[in-house]
Nanobody, 122 residues
């Protein structure tokens, strides 16, 4: 059984930075795609960023140039560095893994973490 645990969320001011981490147990990330998604209150879950085993990455337009996804295979962790945060980045952030064809397609991911809250104040 794969378990994903997100950490690093919290409160930041607009313009600030946070670094989220997703740790896996029961399986390594080496063959999977790993995605970050977020869900704000009253809104649908949306794609943020993802990385394949080949290190191909993808980003939502809303975070491109501000967020960076990276992977540490030795530690079985995937990080999401979030810079220049905006109040609209406020959401619960989830990591997920799976053998996906489309990195932004949340339904193609098989395992999900419990989420970590990110709140950005103006």
């Amino acid at each position: 059984q794969v378990q994903l645990v997100e950490s690093g969320g919290g409160l930041a001011q607009a313009g600030g930075s946070l670094r989220l981490s997703c740790a896996a147990s029961g399986r390594t990330f080496s063959s999977y795609a790993v995605g970050w998604f977020r869900q704000a209150p009253g809104k649908e879950r949306e794609f943020v960023a993802a990385i394949r085993w080949s290190d191909t990455t993808a980003y939502a337009d809303s975070v491109k140039g501000r967020f960076t996804i990276s992977r540490d295979l030795a530690k079985s962790t995937v990080a999401l560095q979030m810079n220049s945060l905006k109040p609209e980045d406020t959401a619960v952030y989830y990591c997920a893994i799976g053998f996906v064809r489309v990195l932004s397609a949340d339904r193609q991911y098989d395992y999900w973490g419990q989420g970590t809250q990110v709140t950005v104040s103006s």
